[in-house]
């Protein structure tokens, strides 16, 4: 774990107060329509701020950030639209009304129709994430098909019944090819993005009407099960004062042993011993810039029996002590 991340996405979201989701809109608003304008509702635990651009007719992909637990959403219910949603930093989680959940962690890749997601809510299992949603309207698609497109047997339909499945996401996981399309997208230089997201938007098309077969996609899970991963969750860093085994938690919310720790890792992305050492010095870090305390002090608060193993595990993790890290806060 670096720290990098967290102060990346807080820079990116200085200006936006908590509680709130920003979309920034990049259109043309006298020849372009907004996909979702008439009917998109949205809200957050904590803040996100989405930069959308007009593509093409019927595409448009927008740039996100969010410093939250989740971001809900509500529009309209639309089978012909192609969700795409890449992650870049953290890792991003829905449940269906299906009862199945998906996670994707950097590099992955989920896929559904918009009706499928229609009134839903993001979930950030680590409290951060940056990604891309790509919106694409493939019955406008069809009658309006770009030039490169006309150059290849590309099938819209055949992309439109293998993705836009009404009762399941498809979630792809991270692969070269994947991170040659998105990458790239999160750092060119800001008067050429609509160019480059054009070039982009194009590749993304070819790439998925010529994966066939699909690879194995990312595991699913049950959205009960998940909901009790959760609540553990939410327990043990509630308690970081005390150190929990896994068959304690095992017996204390009824769910195996290999489907906590699987389910767990498949949720936040590390297994629960990883991740609470993380958050326990993620936790050790907000204090140091937030208060005063001393580092003993901020030691027992995230649960270390003395203040030399909470420097020497601050140390494993974020590679400086915590007296450094807070002198250098600053500067």
């Known amino acids: 774990m670096e720290q990098e991340p967290f102060l990346y996405i807080d820079k990116n979201l200085q200006d936006v107060p908590n509680g709130t989701l920003i ?17 998109f509702q949205s809200n957050t635990d904590g803040k996100g701020k989405m930069s959308a651009y007009q593509i093409f007719p019927g595409i448009q992909l927008s740039l ?33 009304h299906n009862g ?23 979930m950030f299992p680590l409290g ?8 694409i309207d493939l019955a406008e698609l069809e009658t309006r098909s770009l030039p490169i497109l006309k150059e290849t047997p590309i099938d819209i339909e055949q992309i439109n019944r293998t993705f836009c499945r009404a009762d399941k996401s498809i979630a792809l996981p991270s692969s070269p090819v994947i ?30 009407g010529y994966l066939n077969p699909l690879p194995a996609g990312l595991t699913r899970y049950c959205s009960r099960q998940t909901a009790t991963i959760k ?26 042993t290999s489907s906590l720790k699987e389910i767990f890792k498949g949720v936040y992305g590390l297994p629960v011993a990883t991740y609470m050492k993380e958050y326990r010095i993620r936790k050790g870090m907000e204090l140091l810039r937030q208060t005063d305390d001393s580092i003993a002090q901020i030691a027992a608060k995230v649960g ?6 909470f ?10 002590t915590p007296t450094a890290f807070r002198k250098n806060i600053n500067i």
Request: charged share 25%.
């Open 231 to 256: 609540e553990i969750h939410a327990f043990l860093t509630e308690h970081l004062d005390r150190r929990y085994t896994i068959e304690e938690l095992s017996k204390k919310y009824l769910i195996n």
């Open 179 to 208: 991170d040659s399309i998105f990458s790239p997208m999160y750092t060119v230089p800001e008067d050429i993005r609509l160019p480059y997201f054009k070039l982009k938007v194009q590749e993304l098309l070819l790439y998925l």
């Open 23 to 39: 979309v920034e809109h990049h259109f043309d608003k006298h020849r372009e329509v907004n996909l979702f304008a008439a009917s």
């Open 304 to 309: 270390y029996e003395t203040q030399g193993k």
């Open 311 to 320: 420097t020497k595990a601050f140390k494993d993790i974020v590679k400086t």
């Open 100 to 122: 199945t959940s998906i996670y994707l962690g950097p590099g992955d890749l989920a896929l559904h129709s918009m009706e499928c997601c229609a009134d839903s809510a993001m």
């Open 128 to 135: 951060y994430c940056e990604g891309i949603s790509i919106s």
């Open 64 to 96: 996100n950030y969010y410093h939250a637990g989740q971001a809900s959403f509500q529009h309209d219910s639309h089978a012909h639209i192609l969700e795409i949603n890449h992650c870049r930093l953290g890792r991003i989680g829905w449940d269906f």
